[in-house]
């Protein structure tokens, strides 16, 4: 079982939608989760940043954490075309410059 | 401010020879990270590198190595190329908690 699981998709989705994107994982240790957008043959890039459970937002983005459920999903609301990318979930357990663990990464399409 | 930085962009190699990946972390940056991403997966932690040394690894084999450099900058090495090697290679650089990448070198084995 991989530590980090997280759907693949693809998912395609209309403009203006709100976009819901998921990941589970089986290690309680984690406390440090992050989201990364990546575009074809680019770099991941850094969306959100959270400790431990609880809700964060930035603009149209909202990252939540329930390590009770040990789930973690990002929003994102009035989703345009240049959102479409493929969002990585990422999580660590301590605080540092410590490993990141992904998931495989969620394929999205917002069509205009 | 310059951003990680990564080259070659683009490699080719057949199986059994050895290459060399190089990365720039940005300005002030002093941990360098590596991970391998296959195609359709999400990157897999390599190893990571601090003042020159290395910190931390991941379950890779003793065919990766790397080194990191004074100026911060680092290198990543593998010898005995398998097909499965062929694979995005990116380079991360931190501060404060955050890891920033670069783009990747695509690795490609025949």
């Known amino acids: 079982q991989k530590e980090v699981e997280q759907d693949p998709g693809p998912l395609s989705v209309p403009e203006g939608a709100i976009v819901s994107l998921n990941c589970t994982y089986s290690?309680?240790?984690?406390?440090?989760f992050m989201w990364y957008r990546q575009y074809s043959r680019k770099g991941p890039e850094l969306l959100m940043y959270?400790?431990?459970?609880g809700n964060k937002e930035d603009g149209r983005f909202t990252a939540q954490v329930d390590k009770s459920s040990k789930y973690i999903s990002l929003f994102i609301r009035d989703s345009q075309p240049s959102d479409s990318a493929t969002y990585l979930c990422?999580?660590?357990?301590?605080?540092?410059?410590?490993?990141?663990?992904f998931g495989q990464g969620t394929r999205l399409t917002i069509n205009p | 401010d310059a951003g990680v930085t990564q080259s070659p962009t683009h490699l080719i190699k057949t199986r059994g020879q050895q290459v060399t990946l190089r990365c720039s972390p940005k300005s002030g940056h002093d941990t360098v990270s590596w991970y391998q991403q296959a195609l359709g997966q999400g990157p897999q932690f390599i190893f990571q590198?601090?003042?020159?040394?290395?910190?931390q690894r991941g379950n890779f084999p003793d065919r990766f190595s790397g080194h990191q450099f004074p100026n911060y900058s680092s290198e990543l090495n593998v010898n005995a190329l398998l097909l499965g090697d062929s694979a995005l290679y990116l380079c991360a650089s931190t501060l404060l908690d955050t890891q920033y990448f670069g783009p990747g070198t695509r690795l490609t084995v025949l």
């Open positions: 959270t400790y431990s459970s």
């Open positions: 990422a999580m660590r357990r301590d605080q540092g410059a410590q490993k990141l663990v």
């Open positions: 290690n309680s240790a984690f406390q440090y």
């Open positions: 590198y601090y003042e020159e040394e290395e910190r």
